[in-house]
T-cell receptor, first 114, second 111 residues
């Protein structure tokens, strides 16, 4: 059973296109996240969603927008893709309560913008 | 945000113990110390966490200095599958939503 899953696994697209990455968790967690890992392997948090409410929004371009249709899903929409958006994007989830901060990560989506 | 400092890389021989250090001299009283690891081409996975006392689980042990300004992740018998990047992260209040990943330590395990 996959706890946190992402689709697609690989995404190759042209500059200027709009694309979406989907994430689903079956852990019953109430908080989900998106991280970006660039070519230098630094992992940076982009968004956090709790009960459909955005609670963290790091300084990412507004071309990136998270959308959560329900507690189990947090999709990432990217408009007008740029070369610098090429990276691996990881989804994660956790149960937000004191003492339960462990995050569970998905396998990643490798995005290449040409 | 409190910051952690780790060596860029370490080497170990298979079947030997590995001690991965982490310095966090500006840690605050409510910061939990978390360790995650990222195997090649995979997402990070949780390893262990603690606040003040040493902790053990099936994957590893966490030794926390008395002043909490440093900690050590201990893998008791390294295997080739333990080759990964290990991240030491401070989590305020153990809430999980403020994880800041640094560069981590790349552990190489030699057969």
């Amino acid at each position: 059973d996959t706890a946190v899953s992402q689709t697609p696994k690989y995404l190759v697209t042209q500059m200027g296109n709009d694309k979406s990455i989907k994430c689903e968790q079956n852990l019953g967690h109430d908080t989900m996240y998106w991280y970006k890992q660039d070519s230098k392997k630094f992992l940076k948090i982009m968004f956090s969603y709790n009960n459909k409410e955005l609670i963290i929004n790091e300084t990412v371009p507004n071309r990136f927008s998270p959308k959560s249709p329900d507690k189990a899903h947090l999709n990432l929409h990217i408009n007008s893709l740029e070369l610098g958006d090429s990276a691996v994007y990881f989804c994660a989830s956790s149960q937000e309560s004191v003492g339960s901060g462990t995050q569970y990560f998905g396998p990643g989506t490798r995005l290449l913008v040409l | 945000d409190a910051k952690t400092t780790q060596p860029n890389s370490m080497e170990s021989n298979e079947e030997e113990p590995v001690h991965l250090p982490c310095n966090h001299s500006t840690i605050s009283g409510t910061d939990y110390i978390h360790w995650y690891r990222q195997l090649p081409s995979q997402g990070p996975e949780y390893v262990i966490h603690g606040l003040t006392s040493n902790v053990n689980n099936r994957m590893a042990s966490l030794a926390i200095a008395e002043d909490r300004k440093s900690s050590t992740l201990i893998l008791h018998r390294a295997t080739l599958r333990d080759a990964a990047v290990y991240y030491c992260i401070l989590d305020p209040n153990n809430a999980g939503n403020m994880l800041t990943f640094g560069g981590g330590t790349r552990l190489m395990v030699k057969p």
